[in-house]
């Protein structure tokens, strides 16, 4: 058994600049006033600078930090083995990570 998760998580009013950028991307509310954008392959192209190494690539991520912190969190698990990373931008600066 396994998984695979990519998105990012923040308040709604940064995902919410993130969402005209393509089509199938939607926002699911949490808790604590957290909103999660999956990961989707054409958002993951509008929002990266292609050949970039991740997360050091998510420019529009850092951009949308104006608005309040931005996470962008990555896990993929299979059989107990895997691996999970995350970086957190707040006003357009790395705040946290890349960590892996």
Known sequence: MGYYLQAVVAT???LSKLIGVTDDAHIVPLAQHLSL???TDALFDAVTIAGAPRPSGFRKLADCSTDGPVAYIEAEYFGGAGSQNAQVWDGRHVALGPLP
């Open 12 to 14: 709604h009013p940064p």
């Open 37 to 39: 954008l999956p990961m």
